[in-house]
């Protein structure tokens, strides 16, 4: 089994030209040579690496930021790395397009599918055995560096919320008192989204009540699409993972790990993996865009002209992206139905029935309000870009 967690950021700060964030390194392409200060050094292709290489650009290493120290029953060590499954970190890594969006990426790596009987577990039953074994990730106690400091344990999950306050002190010159109040929602997290790849020949994915995806091109490779939202549990309160689910078969093309590995790797493994991560932060800025873009017709205006056009530069940028009927040769439309079935199976209580949610049209945009964590009881308020 390998679980890919990306948690998007929108840096606001592109659009007034803030003075005070740093230009080094030069995002989208910045020098092999170049590092992120806290962070870690610059990778390419050339270098070794671990894990698909989801995007055409370079990461910086982020081993450092998401620490999953600790060695109490639910940590990561005891958990995970020590189970049956034998988990394994495969990397930690940031992107960023030196404008408004950059994200963190953590990958793991398992033999989920060895230690359970398909044979004796069929339907619901192995559905349930899945999203248990997922939930140890998403519900594992990580520390997360910001500066030279460690915050306290918190889910992996719920990364995304410190991930923020690591990349602002990061990309912000002078002095860093590494107060979140200082950060003024300059910085903001996106919900995240999770990819996880079944070996089918071990864990045969037509008996998994899972709703299937159909996207021509993959089944001349025996690969299929599932769409699920993975329930867990936090305090009281219920949330759901919104998760991109592949089953492929076991074969050096489509369970590479190493670098050297990926000489054969599918494309259209490839070409998925890169569409579903690279729309989903797409329309989580996006978002966060059109709410700025409220705060202009609720009277808050904006007198910087340059700043007025670069929210539309981008805007127009994103729209066109997200427009655009194939992405790397793979479609972006879906049927009517499978649009349908998805709005249903995501509704929220704070989204009132009958409403449509005309992102969920164009590709794998599923998205409403709150559609990564959103209730199955009353709760506090839990929407992103607030603490």
């Not at 025996?222 to 919104?242: E, H, T, W």
Request: charged share 25%.
């Amino acid at each position: 089994m390998f679980i890919t967690l990306q948690f998007p950021l929108f840096d606001n700060r592109h659009i007034f030209a803030d003075p005070n964030r740093t230009i080094k390194p030069e995002w989208p392409t910045p020098d092999q040579n170049d590092r992120v200060r806290y962070f870690g050094e610059i990778i390419d292709r050339k270098k070794k690496y671990l894990g698909p290489w989801d995007d055409e650009k370079k990461y910086c290493t982020a081993h450092s930021v998401i620490n999953l120290c600790g060695t109490g029953k639910e940590n990561f060590y005891k958990s995970l790395h020590e189970s049956p499954a034998q988990s394994r970190v495969i990397f930690r890594r940031f992107q960023s397009d030196g404008k408004c969006l950059s994200k963190f990426d953590i990958g793991f790596s398992d033999d989920f599918e060895k230690t359970i009987s398909t044979a004796s577990l069929t339907g619901e039953n192995l559905t349930d055995q899945i999203f248990e074994h997922i939930k140890k990730y998403l519900l594992c106690p990580v520390k997360i560096r910001i500066g030279n400091r460690l915050s306290a344990f918190i889910p992996l999950v719920d990364a995304g919320k410190y991930l923020k306050s690591a990349y602002y002190w990061a990309t912000t010159k002078g002095k860093k008192t590494f107060d979140p109040k200082d950060m003024n929602y300059k910085v903001e997290h996106c919900e995240p989204v999770l990819l996880l790849q079944i070996d089918s020949s071990l864990l045969p994915a037509d008996t998994v009540t899972m709703e299937y995806i159909k996207v021509p091109g993959l089944e001349s490779e025996n690969i299929k699409l599932y769409l699920q939202f993975i329930p867990y549990k936090i305090g009281r309160y219920n949330y759901n993972m919104k998760s991109w689910i592949f089953s492929v078969p076991k074969s050096i093309s489509t369970n590479a790990i190493k670098k050297e590995e990926f000489k054969n790797y599918s494309p259209a493994l490839r070409n998925l993996r890169i569409n579903l991560l690279r729309i989903h932060v797409e329309v989580a800025i996006q978002k966060k865009f059109l709410a700025v873009l409220n705060k202009l017709q609720n009277g808050l205006l904006i007198a910087d002209e340059q700043a007025i056009i670069r929210i539309y530069t981008y805007l127009h940028k994103l729209f066109l992206n997200l427009s655009n009927i194939k992405r790397n040769k793979q479609p972006q439309l879906w049927t009517p139905r499978i649009v349908r079935q998805t709005q249903l199976a995501r509704r929220s209580p704070r989204v009132p029935k009958g409403r449509t949610d005309r992102s969920l049209l164009v590709g794998t945009r599923a998205h409403m309000p709150g559609s990564c964590h959103h209730d199955t009881e009353s709760r506090p308020s839990r929407d992103f870009g607030r603490d």
